[in-house]
């Protein structure tokens, strides 16, 4: 009776295992499942429970394996049959056609083509399969020998543990591949390992490296490895070629690239590499190059290997996005509203196709956060079109005698005390004389987006501050009476005099909203500045009114209603009113009788994101219906950019050009909407 019922389970198992076997293909390889996760899961514990009965039918390709089994004290290493080898790289066309005549020169006259494979930022590995089934899974380590982490890699679900029908010449090879973390899962596993305080992973290279020397499979089991098959090592006629053999791979049940390509020439190479280069934002996983291969075995046998790297194959490479460099220093920038922010110093590095030596730190709470200390090796990323940050820190590398940065107490421009008001993140500098905030003050009221004052950019305000011209925006407008000291300054002469001060003269025409933002009333940016005017159309209005007026707009909340009346308090700033005043600057909006249908007449916008309260067709309609205009392209033309969630490369082309961006809440308050926020 109970060999019969063993008999009859081992028949379940086996059925199990095969339909399980089936189903990790049909999902993870193809992306075509075919039942529930539910229903999966049921099967699996179906198959875990008949294991426990009979522990003597487990075998090395059970599904079972896949929930991780027992830790490991530590790796084994192993001899790779056949060495792993590493490619030569290179960066440019220059380099990649110098590989092509090697090749030609190597091969003689018989015609030959190459395949074309993107190049996975993940971790080398190498699987080994004996009649059919895996048995021994390693990491590169040296090439020679590596570590044997077979029951982290069952785990990783789209590595068949048994092949799909392999045939005779098939049913024993090794294949190599990566194993690589997709960028949103990868994210997602940050997220939640910050929710429960732990470490975070720099990217999803280090992330997948790191979880493959764990030594508990189980651990493996819940983070989100993937596998690609690359390469194929079986006893096979030399007639074949690489291209066949990962069309094998994946009738064998591996997944295998879909972007792979056959190309004639290398014109045709670097045309594959120019594609990827821009479109790997496009990929949900992080690619640094593509890799060149001889596609005819014959010819790859040919050219041979030397050193560590096989003559018939080339890694061209993307500049990097993410690398490692020095922290030099940690140093203090004061904005002009007093905020001071910590920049990282960096010993320069070539990333994303720029040299950066500096990035924003943003504040302490940030410092803290990634663990950095100046003289740190530090991870910076820059992605297609994003500006460089500092992204992490590789801890393996601190040298002693480091120590945590720490703000002091002192501004770094004008020596006044620094602090740092309860709940926020940043550390301010009190003292509104401050040579910095001065000195932005001026930068930030002459802006394209504000005065629009054509000429005065940084080094003109940082040479007027530091000779005493002027100390404050409202200084501008008495320059008039200096035209003769400002043409004799160095580098100067009397036609930029004339020039700056017929732009200042210029700017006294601008409307009263672009003033309003101009003076730089802490959080006014320019659509709370238009929003305010639309509801108190002068100066005057707005200096007499109280703090519960301004909250009664929607759209203006406490923080701002209580920055608009600190700064009309201050003695100082009302002072500067009156002075610009004298000097004709604009202090009420003057509406034209049609505002509401033209509020936003013969202006143009560019739409980058997605916003959360409308659509875009549905934002294009309300701008239209304002008189404005909707491009699709960011040019010297463009007014403003508006900004949503996740907004590509027209928001670096906007910063570049220097156009207006405006967010959500602006834009809302632009077209007099409100934001669900609020
Ligand atoms: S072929 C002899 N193909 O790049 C074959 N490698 O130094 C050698 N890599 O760490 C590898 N994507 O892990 C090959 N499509 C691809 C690849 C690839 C990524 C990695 C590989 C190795 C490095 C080459």
Request: with cysteine.
């Amino acid at each position: 009776m109970v060999s019969v019922e063993r008999s009859s389970d081992k028949k379940r198992i086996e059925a199990l295992r095969s339909e399980l076997g089936e189903h990790d293909n049909r999902y993870y390889v193809l992306a075509q499942p075919t039942i529930s996760d539910t229903q999966y899961d049921a099967l699996m514990r179906e198959l875990m429970e008949l294991e426990k009965l009979h522990p003597e039918l487990i075998t090395p390709d059970s599904p079972s394996h896949r929930v991780g089994g027992a830790p490991t004290k530590e790796f084994p290493p192993v001899t790779h049959s056949v060495p792993m080898l590493s490619l030569a790289n290179t960066y440019n066309e220059t380099e990649v056609q110098d590989f092509d005549r090697r090749v030609k020169t190597l091969i003689g006259n018989e015609r030959y083509g190459y395949v074309c494979e993107l190049k996975f930022d993940g971790v080398a590995i190498s699987l080994h399969y004996q009649r059919g089934l895996f048995t021994q899974g390693a990491t590169r380590g040296d090439g020679t020998q590596g570590d044997e982490i077979t029951q982290n890699l069952k785990t990783i679900r789209s590595i068949p543990l048994r092949l799909l029908n392999p045939s005779k010449d098939f049913a024993t090879i090794d294949v190599r591949g990566e194993a690589y973390m997709n960028r949103e899962d990868f994210r997602k596993m940050n997220e939640e390992r910050e929710l429960i305080g732990e470490k975070t992973f720099v990217n999803p290279r280090n992330s997948a490296a790191g979880t493959l020397k764990l030594q508990d499979p189980k651990i493996v089991a819940q983070r989100p490895l993937n596998f690609v098959a690359y390469y194929l090592l079986a006893k096979q006629r030399t007639d074949s070629s690489h291209f066949d053999n990962l069309q094998q791979l994946r009738k064998l049940g591996f997944p295998v690239s879909e972007h792979s390509r056959r190309c004639k020439n290398i014109d045709e190479v670097i045309q594959f590499w120019r594609k990827w280069e821009d479109q790997r934002d496009t990929l949900p996983y992080d690619i640094d190059g593509i890799v060149v291969k001889v596609d005819s075995l014959a010819h790859q046998e040919k050219l041979g290997t030397i050193a560590k790297s096989p003559r018939w194959a080339i890694a061209f490479k993307f500049a990097a996005r993410s690398v490692q460099t020095v922290l030099k220093n940690i140093t203090l920038q004061v904005g002009r509203t007093g905020t001071i922010t910590p920049v990282a110093e960096l010993e320069p590095v070539f990333v994303g196709g720029t040299t950066v030596s500096r990035a924003t730190l943003h504040n302490e709470d940030y410092i803290n956060e990634l663990g950095i200390r100046p003289g740190d090796t530090v991870v910076v990323e820059k992605g297609g079109d994003v500006i460089p940050k500092v992204s992490g820190v590789i801890l393996e590398k601190r040298v002693s005698g480091t120590r945590p940065f720490r703000f002091g107490s002192a501004c770094p421009a004008c020596g006044s005390k620094i602090f740092r008001p309860l709940e926020e993140a940043n550390y301010y500098c009190e003292n509104s004389e401050c040579p910095a905030q001065v000195r932005g003050r001026i930068e930030h009221f002459a802006h394209r987006a504000a005065m629009d004052i054509e000429g005065l950019g940084e080094a003109i305000v940082d040479q007027l501050v530091t000779l005493e011209f002027v100390e404050s925006y409202a200084d501008l407008y008495d320059l008039r009476t200096k035209a003769k000291q400002l043409a004799s300054l160095e580098r100067w002469g009397e036609k930029s005099a004339s020039n700056l001060l017929d732009a200042i003269a210029a700017s006294t025409s601008r409307p009263f909203s672009r003033v309003l933002y101009a003076i730089g009333i802490r959080h006014v940016g320019a659509g709370v500045a238009q929003l305010l005017v639309r509801n108190f159309p002068s100066i005057d209005e707005l200096m007499s009114i109280t703090k519960e007026d301004l909250e009664r707009i929607p759209g203006i909340g406490p923080r701002i209603a209580e920055s608009v009346m600190h700064f009309f308090e201050d003695k100082h700033n009302r002072k500067l009113v009156e002075r610009m005043r004298k000097a004709g600057v604009q202090l009420a909006e003057r509406f034209s009788k049609s505002t509401s249908k033209s509020a936003l007449s013969e202006k143009t916008f560019v739409l980058t994101g997605s916003l959360s309260t409308l659509t875009r067709e549905e934002a294009k309609q309300r701008i239209e219906a304002l008189g404005g205009k909707v491009t699709s392209t960011v040019s010297r033309n463009t007014d403003y950019v508006v900004v949503g969630e996740e907004a590509g490369s027209k928001l670096t082309k906007a910063r570049n050009l220097g156009i207006r961006t405006i967010d959500e809440p602006e834009f809302l308050s632009m077209i007099g909407k409100t934001s669900r926020t609020n």
